[in-house]
């Protein structure tokens, strides 16, 4: 118990100006009304989802979305369904792990694991926020390209800015985030239809690619682009911020209680990644639609591919929701990537950073490999290196899928809220098929 006298810096996640700092103690800022019904205790639970999908949609999914609609037509569409719905379940039992120990996964690894063990998860981690922070830059740099004809690397340059704007909003609380990240996904979701609509896709090439494809199995091109669009889908450190944010409502501590939170957070995360698969979706099939049937099978280049909008659709509507979309997506993955960086360190560390230090630092490692593949390799560098960063995420997975699977399925930890035996099933075949897939990858490319 602190007993110091000394104010504590006030939470990102408070609302009501009580003073926590940013890690363990920030839990139940947000009072869930009691005895109200059921809509209003799931507006209550809202949020946390919406926060967590968007780095279902952030400019790393673009390009691997738009690199396998125009390679591949509509035939990796089942991968982007697959990897939403193990998504839907990982995030889950993130979820569910929050809610019943009070620890986020990073916390409960700290717990459970040796300290060597823990450092190594911990640099993981790291990695894979650096990779999806690297994603971020390089969108909202094209954005800004694309948008106002500002060059890359200055573009890459000034996202550095964007410290500022993300200390503004972290001490505005966990309510305003929600809300800005729930009206820009929206934006991203409103421009995309439009677009879709536009491009006219084939609605029997879409029920095909709903259909699993043999061939991923043995064309590694295939295989490469849909490792990248699993890795940009599940991504590792989303979970643990789901388990992070849950603690931010403030249930009871009885079995009832419980229940009823993991049940509504379930809802909440379902339904915002939902959103986020039909804009993957989406993405995929304008790219199929547009490229892929124009007979241009290798635009994996998101300025390629707003330039191309406009003459393959006779329209410089589609091009400007395309740009404007892509901004709205890289500035939301901004917001969590932040939160996401401050909970892992906390979490497996427990060192407690200055909000603007760590999101400064984290910000620099991604803008230094960025800006020197721009210099040294122009604009198309920095497209491959999108892409790459991907799989890299999709490299870290099994690294935090396997602890919290493990968790979740431990009734010593969970008590009757561990994962039931269909559960424990499902959740290991999916850690299974996330291992099994890099491995693979990592024979083909090296052989």
């Known amino acids: 118990m602190n007993t110091s006298k000394e104010p504590k810096p006030k939470s990102i996640y408070s609302l009501s100006g009580a003073e926590q700092p940013a890690g363990e ?22 949020g946390p989802g919406f926060l967590v999908a968007v780095g279902y949609m952030d400019p790393g999914n673009w390009a691997t979305d738009i690199a396998g609609g125009s ?7 089942f991968v982007i369904l697959l990897s939403n719905l193990m998504a839907v379940v990982l995030q889950a039992l993130s979820g569910k792990l929050g809610l019943v120990t009070g ?16 450092v190594v998860l911990w640099i993981l981690a790291e990695l894979a926020i650096a990779a999806t922070d690297l ?4 969108g909202s740099a094209i954005a800004l390209q694309l948008l106002f004809g500002i060059p890359i690397l200055y ?8 410290v500022l704007l993300i200390l503004l909003l972290q001490n505005r609380g966990v309510r305003t985030l929600e809300s800005i990240v729930i009206v820009l996904m929206g934006t991203i979701a409103v421009c995309f239809s439009i677009d879709l609509f536009m491009a006219e896709p084939s609605a029997s090439g879409i029920i095909k690619g709903i259909v699993p494809d043999a061939e991923i199995l043995h064309n590694p091109e295939m295989l490469y682009i849909a490792i990248g669009i699993l890795g940009a889908t599940v991504m590792p450190h989303n979970l643990y911020l789901h388990s992070s944010l849950v603690k931010s409502r403030k249930i009871e501590n009885t079995v009832k209680a419980k229940k009823e939170a993991i049940h509504f957070t379930t809802i909440d995360s379902t339904i915002a990644l939902t959103i986020a698969m039909f804009i993957n979706g989406a993405i995929l099939v304008v790219s199929a639609a547009v490229f892929h049937q124009a007979g241009m099978f290798d635009v994996a280049d998101i300025t390629d591919a707003y330039h191309l909008l406009t003459p393959l659709l006779g329209t410089t509507v589609a091009s400007i929701l395309f740009g404007i979309a892509l901004l709205a997506s890289g500035q939301n993955s901004t917001l969590t990537g932040t939160l996401s960086g401050q909970i892992v360190m906390e979490g497996f560390l427990s060192i407690k950073l200055p909000a603007w230090l760590r999101r400064l630092v984290t910000r620099l490692i991604a803008i230094i490999p960025a800006v020197i593949v721009t210099v040294i390799a122009g604009e198309k560098g920095t497209m491959d290196l999108l892409i790459l960063s991907q799989v890299i995420l999709s490299l870290q997975l099994p690294f935090a899928v396997i602890p919290l699977v493990m968790f979740t399925g431990n009734k010593k930890l969970m008590g009757e809220f561990a994962n039931k035996r269909w559960l424990n099933i499902i959740s290991w075949t999916i850690a299974g098929i996330i291992v099994v897939l890099n491995v693979y990858l990592l024979v083909i490319t090296i052989f």
């Open 103 to 118: 620890k986020d996964l990073a916390q409960a690894c700290r717990q459970h694991f040796k300290p060597s063990v823990v």
């Open 25 to 46: 103690s920030y839990t139940g800022s947000l009072t869930v009304p009691t005895g109200a019904s059921w809509f209003r205790k799931l507006l209550a639970f809202t």
């Open 71 to 77: 390679q591949f037509g509509y035939r990796l569409l």
């Open 135 to 138: 994603a971020e830059v390089i």
């Open 155 to 162: 573009g890459v340059i000034i996202t550095a800015v964007d």
